[in-house]
């Protein structure tokens, strides 16, 4: 089904890897419109209770823009961001389950964009983020100008754009850029620990708080509020909660089923 990347399925734990080693997981039109249907599959199997996206081997992430074939397409700028890139950056903001960026090597350009969208980033100590874009005349895109000053504030989002500058996974994780920096050897173990607490987690109730969260930005207090009411109204019904509140009052472990 995919040419691009590889899918799996494993005990709840979904895994996109980008597989286009040889232009360091470049994003083409194809390799972004397979991201978008994996999401997508993920987001409608009810056992995936956790995604991790990550690039094959330990070079890169995702180098970007495939710009060869973005301008052999014939199509601009534009038309490629709306067709495109925006379908693949919503898929991963609305899929009401937890998102985590395995950052296995550099991250440039869209690429940076595409993990930043990531509910998690977890990165080797080794590797770097880069929004490139201004090197070749370019602003950020793929949801880049959303996410980076709700990470870092403004000043320094505006610095980071500015300059495309590679930040280092340590520097990133002290300003809040991403999630955690681990050293080479323990970015696995890393990510199963942190997949392995998803999988067990109430699912139901991590995705409301994503897409709740996602509106907090551009909200007000009294709609956030309404937010709240309606979503822990419907949480209050899941087998989780029912499981989650008798487990506390009898003082055992809750075994969330993510329904």
Same mark, same amino acid.
């Not at 996602?214 to 709240?228: I, R, V």
């Given at each position: 089904?995919?040419?691009?990347?590889?899918?799996?399925n !494993?005990n709840?734990?979904?895994? /996109? !890897?980008?597989?286009?080693?040889?232009?360091?997981?470049?994003?083409?039109?194809?390799?972004?419109?397979? /991201?978008?249907?994996?999401? *997508?599959?993920?987001?409608?199997?009810?056992?995936?209770?956790?995604?991790?996206?990550?690039?094959?081997?330990? *070079?890169?992430?995702?180098?970007?823009?495939?710009?060869?074939?973005?301008?052999?397409?014939?199509?601009?700028?534009?038309?490629?961001l709306?067709?495109?890139?925006?379908?693949?950056?919503?898929?991963?903001?609305? /899929?009401?389950?937890?998102?985590i960026?395995?950052?296995?090597? +550099?991250?440039?350009?869209?690429g940076?964009? +595409?993990?930043?969208?990531?509910?998690?980033?977890?990165a080797?100590?080794?590797?770097?983020?880069?929004l490139?874009?201004?090197?070749?005349?370019l602003?950020?895109?793929a949801?880049?100008?959303?996410?980076?000053?709700?990470?870092?504030?403004?000043?320094?989002?505006?610095e980071?754009?500015s !300059?495309?500058?590679?930040i280092?996974?340590?520097?990133?994780?002290?300003?809040?850029?991403?999630?955690?920096s681990?050293?080479?050897?323990?970015?696995?173990?890393?990510?199963?620990?942190t997949?392995?607490?998803?999988?067990?987690a109430?699912?139901?109730?991590?995705?409301?708080?994503? +897409?709740?969260?996602?509106?907090?930005f551009?909200?007000?207090?009294?709609?956030?509020?309404?937010?709240? +009411?309606?979503?822990?109204?419907?949480?209050?019904?899941?087998y989780?909660?029912?499981?989650?509140?008798?487990?506390?009052?009898?003082?055992?472990s809750?075994?969330?089923?993510?329904r």
């Amino acid at each position: 089904m995919y040419q691009h990347l590889l899918f799996e399925n !494993t005990n709840g734990v979904a895994r /996109i !890897t980008l597989n286009r080693p040889q232009v360091y997981h470049a994003l083409s039109p194809a390799l972004i419109s397979e /991201i978008t249907v994996a999401i *997508k599959a993920a987001e409608n199997d009810e056992s995936v209770r956790v995604l991790i996206i990550t690039g094959e081997g330990d *070079k890169a992430f995702c180098s970007g823009a495939d710009l060869k074939e973005t301008a052999g397409s014939g199509k601009g700028a534009g038309e490629i961001l709306r067709e495109y890139y925006n379908p693949m950056i919503q898929a991963i903001r609305t /899929i009401p389950k937890p998102v985590i960026c395995r950052l296995n090597g +550099l991250a440039v350009g869209a690429g940076c964009s +595409l993990a930043l969208a990531c509910d998690l980033v977890i990165a080797r100590e080794d590797t770097y983020l880069s929004l490139l874009f201004v090197q070749i005349g370019l602003m950020p895109d793929a949801g880049a100008t959303f996410f980076l000053p709700r990470l870092v504030g403004i000043a320094r989002a505006f610095e980071i754009a500015s !300059t495309g500058r590679k930040i280092y996974a340590p520097e990133a994780a002290s300003i809040g850029l991403i999630s955690r920096s681990v050293p080479a050897d323990k970015l696995d173990a890393a990510i199963e620990q942190t997949a392995a607490y998803y999988r067990n987690a109430p699912t139901k109730a991590i995705g409301a708080m994503k +897409l709740v969260m996602n509106e907090s930005f551009q909200s007000d207090l009294a709609k956030m509020q309404q937010h709240e +009411l309606e979503n822990q109204e419907r949480l209050f019904k899941t087998y989780d909660a029912q499981e989650g509140i008798a487990s506390f009052l009898q003082k055992k472990s809750p075994d969330f089923q993510g329904r």
